[in-house]
T-cell receptor
Framework: SAVISQKPSRDICQRGTSLTIQCQVDSQVTMMFWYRQQPGQSLTLIATANQGSEATYESGFVIDKFPISRPNLTFSTLTVSNMSPEDSSIYLC????????????FGPGTRLLVL | QKEVEQNSGPLSVPEGAIASLNCTYSDRGSQSFFWYRQYSGKSPELIMS????GDKEDGRFTAQLNKASQYVSLLIRDSQPSDSATYLC????????????FGAGTRLAVHP
């Protein structure tokens, strides 16, 4: 499976500021995904990012709040804009791998605390 | 709204026993199912995938799928304390999407 890294691994931010999270993969992948995992809860898909096209956002998530870039087949960024304490969460990127139909592999995650 | 349901647990089993984790899904068109293990403070790690009715074995893990009953399970034989984690069941949304729908996860505790 692909090796996925995320930066930063964790951060503490003030409300009203923005944070950009980077996701780097060691091989070219078509599909990249961004998830949020709030404390004690399961994973919620924020958006799907394909290279060369606009990200597709899930219900409840909008581009103004979570702008995503996908400049090439190995890299993506997610920005959490105008943060509030409710944005405190783990943000995970994943990629579709070669383990079978729609198999996804996850990066290590970014732990965000908004004060 | 397509859903994946899991008992949140905790499921407590003694070391060496079989742990049985269960999952039901509402999307009758789903064809692909996954079990992820997530240790506290870590990201989900894929442990099993299953696409056909029946059993699929990999080491101490056996995934079972019954599409008629819309039921997926994971058996862990000879459970070890290192198996203590949250286990997430996921299905691929039908209709040509590339989306995974996750259950809330079942917390497994294996005690010595």
């Amino acid at each position: 499976s692909a090796v996925i890294s995320q930066k930063p691994s964790r951060d503490i931010c003030q409300r009203g500021t923005s944070l950009t999270i980077q996701c780097q993969v060691d091989s070219q992948v078509t599909m990249m995904f961004w998830y949020r995992q709030q404390p004690g809860q399961s994973l919620t898909l924020i958006a799907t990012a394909n290279q060369g096209s606009e990200a597709t956002y899930e219900s409840g998530f909008v581009i103004d709040k979570f702008p995503i870039s996908r400049p090439n087949l190995t890299f993506s960024t997610l920005t959490v804009s105008n943060m509030s304490p409710e944005d405190s969460s783990i943000y995970l990127c994943s990629v579709e791998g070669d383990g079978g139909a729609k198999t996804q592999y996850f990066g290590p995650g970014t732990r965000l605390l908004v004060l | 709204q397509k859903e994946v349901e899991q008992n949140s647990g905790p499921l407590s089993v003694p070391e060496g026993a079989i742990a049985s984790l269960n999952c039901t899904y509402s999307d009758r068109g789903s064809q692909s199912f996954f079990w992820y293990r997530q240790y506290s403070g870590k990201s989900p790690e894929l442990i099993m995938s299953i696409y056909s009715n029946g059993d699929k074995e990999d080491g101490r893990f056996t995934a079972q799928l019954n599409k008629a009953s819309q039921y997926v399970s994971l058996l862990i034989r000879d459970s070890q304390p290192s198996d203590s984690a949250t286990y997430l069941c996921a299905s691929v949304l039908s209709g040509g999407y590339n989306k995974l729908i996750f259950g809330a996860g079942t917390r497994l505790a294996v005690h010595p």
